[in-house]
């Protein structure tokens, strides 16, 4: 099945500074999101991005299909941005559905 | 403003004894999963639905659980019996068949065996 990479598996900001976080994913996809879960545990759509790029306030994502990838920007930083933050292929050709390991990110005050 | 309804939130039970977990899905939404969530294992899917017909459990321990729709509103996840190791957080999500539009989660049932 599909696997999906995430990188890095941490890390550490100080608030205002801005960020890369990258999914890289085995095998062509027709659908690809992005979510943050919150210190609290809920799972929040971020961005639903098969291919392209979208923009959300401070948050960003660009998926480039061909190639295999997609990245999510974090600019001016804010504690709130906490949380593990991952990406996903919500249903695959296969009729499966991957997660990568997650990113967990810790802004700092 | 749509979202999945899960319910419990919270249940704290002892070993051995049945656990159901319910899951409404966003109106329209044909396709409805469950995920179980923990430490260890991260986010593991355990099954999915579309439309109302099981498409695959083979993430779920056949010996114990179970999972149905009874109705397009309805999704119920049972754990019987309960053991310790199935202590985690269950989330329930919903979407479109072609997955388009991606997913949508509920805000997690927190289980806890004793």
């Known amino acids: 099945g599909i696997q999906v990479e995430q990188s890095p598996p941490d890390l550490i900001l100080q608030e205002g500074a801005n960020s890369t976080l990258r999914c890289n994913f085995s095998?062509?996809?027709?659908?690809l999101q992005w979510f943050h879960q919150n210190p609290w545990g809920q799972l929040i759509n971020l961005f639903y991005?098969?291919?392209g790029t979208k923009q959300n306030g401070r948050l960003s994502a660009t998926t480039v299909a061909t190639e295999r990838y997609s990245l999510l920007y974090i600019s001016s930083s804010q504690t709130t941005d906490s949380g593990v933050y991952f990406c996903?292929?919500?249903?695959?050709?296969?009729?499966?559905?991957?997660f990568g390991d997650g990113t967990t990110l810790t802004v700092k005050p | 403003d749509a979202r999945v309804t899960q319910t419990p939130r919270h249940k704290v039970t002892e070993m051995g004894q049945e656990v159901t977990m319910r899951c409404q899905p966003i109106?329209?939404?044909?396709?409805v999963f469950w995920y179980r969530q923990t430490m260890m294992q991260g986010l593991e899917l355990l099954a999915y639905?579309?439309?109302?017909?099981?498409?695959?459990d083979s993430g779920m321990p056949k010996d114990r659980f179970s999972a149905e729709m009874p109705d397009a509103t309805l999704a119920t996840l049972k754990i019987q019996p309960s053991e310790p190791r199935d202590s985690a957080v269950y989330f329930c999500?919903?979407?479109?068949?072609?997955?388009?539009?991606?997913?949508?989660f509920g805000e997690g049932s927190r289980l806890t065996v004793l």
């Open positions: 095998d062509s996809v027709n659908n």
């Open positions: 991005i098969p291919s």
């Open positions: 109106l329209g939404h044909n396709t």
């Open positions: 999500a919903s979407g479109l068949g072609t997955g388009l539009g991606g997913l949508f």
């Open positions: 996903a292929v919500p249903l695959t050709n296969a009729g499966k559905s991957t």
């Open positions: 639905f579309r439309n109302r017909a099981p498409l695959d």
